[in-house]
């Protein structure tokens, strides 16, 4: 695919992150959690100072920098034509979409929000839709590559 079709998806899904942490924070921040789906989902607003579980709490300038520096290769090997399987591009598009929402949210607010609470089903952090495009990428590509791709690989050959 032409690499103005990736730049577009990404800018979409990521503006998407953006409108709906914009909106939480506009309409959660300070208020107790609500309640979406009883004992399963709820919308609880949290600022997010490190990564992933909270890691690297508080680094928010080298977090810039490695996310930035990861997401930028993953970016110019989508658009430079060599990622010629549309699994692996799909996960690589919604893995660059989700990565640039928290950069975004890091370099402007210095922090991620994170709104997404499904605590009352299981013991789990509160989280983004961001996090579910970079989650769903990677396994995507994770269960292709484990998978599908040396199945593939053969099947060319032959």
């Avoid at 952090?125 to 579910?132: E, K, S, T, W």
Wanted: positive net charge; proline residues 3%; hydrophobic residues 50%.
């Amino acid at each position: 695919m032409h690499f103005t079709f990736y730049i577009i998806i990404v800018v979409i899904m990521a503006g998407v992150d953006q409108f709906i942490k914009i909106w939480a924070s506009s309409n959660l921040m300070g208020t107790a959690s609500v309640t979406v789906i009883p004992k399963l989902l709820q919308l609880t607003y949290t600022e997010n100072y490190g990564a992933a579980f909270s890691i690297f709490w508080g680094k928010r300038w080298p977090l810039i920098l490695i996310t930035g520096t990861v997401l930028f290769g993953l970016f110019i090997y989508l658009i430079s034509g060599r990622c010629k399987d549309k699994y692996v591009s799909a996960g690589l598009t919604m893995i660059v979409s989700g990565g640039l929402g928290n950069l975004i949210d890091r370099i402007r607010l210095g922090y991620v929000i994170d709104y997404l609470d499904i605590s009352p089903l299981f013991n789990y952090p509160i989280f983004n839709f961001a996090d579910c495009l970079v989650c769903v990428g990677a396994v995507g590509l994770a269960v292709y590559v484990l998978f599908f791709e040396s199945s593939r690989a053969k099947r060319d050959r032959t």
